[in-house]
């Protein structure tokens, strides 16, 4: 199978339809956990994202539980009517506790005990006969299944091939890269990647790595749906506060379309 244009989803640049921002909520549950106790409530972040018009949650449940914990995941989901976006590692005790959840979304993310964060994307060429039961039982209860992926087409056309509707492109490339001519040819790549899944009928989102300074070329990538942005954010919160800081990274993402 390969990636070809697919003229119900081709979407041009004037059509560029507003970018969602799903917030990454996972390092307030870090700071909490550092002492052990309930403060600050990762649940009290997500209502503070609801009311200055973030558009979803993200929480990564990780199997060492480092930060979001498995009564986290309720509770976000009870306090505030925003669609959670659960990220999760493709381990069957993973697919159970969403198919008990039943996130909005869950993306399969992959996940080393020994990272520090989610370091690089799914391999979902690779781990075809892994992923593709996951996909289908997420799937068949109704929660829509994204693939966290590098920008690739080789990625892609597995994502295509496992019938995910929705795919999240990780821009720490992107992120990482030198300013210039790196910086651009990672851009370019991301851009390209957009159009090809968007012509080919899956949605695409990106994230990881995003800041104030790098956000808005990726934003103004038409093709782009959703930026799920998070340790940036929460960072940036302890001098502004979250309100300030969603709202800023909103500005900088519509100003950009
Ligand atoms: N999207 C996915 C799938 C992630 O795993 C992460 C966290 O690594 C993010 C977005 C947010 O990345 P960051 O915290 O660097 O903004």
Not at 30 to 41: K, L, Q, S, V
Not at 79 to 106: F, K, Q, S, V, Y
Not at 181 to 194: K, Y
Not at 200 to 220: D, K, Q, R, S
């Amino acid at each position: 199978m390969s990636v070809k244009e697919h003229p119900a989803n081709a979407q041009s640049a004037s059509q560029a339809a507003r970018l969602r921002l799903g917030v990454n909520i996972d390092h307030v549950a870090t700071i909490r956990n550092a002492r052990g106790g309930d403060h600050p409530d990762p649940v009290r972040a997500a209502q503070i994202v609801a009311a200055v018009g973030g558009d979803g949650i993200t929480a990564h449940l990780r199997e060492d539980r480092r930060h979001i914990r498995d009564e986290d995941l309720a509770r976000i989901q009870a306090a505030t009517g925003l669609p959670l976006n659960l990220e999760m590692a493709a381990t069957d005790e993973m697919l159970e506790i969403a198919l008990r959840h039943r996130p909005h979304a869950a993306c399969i993310v992959p996940e080393r005990r020994e990272e520090r964060t989610t370091e690089g994307g799914l391999d979902a060429a690779g781990q075809h006969n892994r992923l593709a039961p996951i996909v289908t039982r997420l799937s068949d209860a109704g929660i829509r299944v994204s693939l966290f992926i590098a920008p690739e087409v080789r990625q892609l056309e597995a994502a295509l091939r496992l019938g995910a509707p929705v795919v999240e492109f990780h821009t720490g490339e992107y992120a990482h890269a030198a300013p210039g001519e790196a910086q651009a040819r990672e851009l370019r790549r991301l851009a390209e990647m957009a159009a090809l899944a968007r012509k080919n009928g899956i949605e695409p989102h990106a994230g990881h790595g995003l800041t104030y300074e790098n956000v808005v070329p990726v934003a103004a990538i038409p093709q782009l749906a959703e930026l799920n942005i998070g340790h940036y954010l929460i960072g940036e919160a302890i001098f502004t506060g979250l309100e300030t800081a969603v709202r800023k990274m909103r500005e900088l993402m519509d100003a950009a379309r």
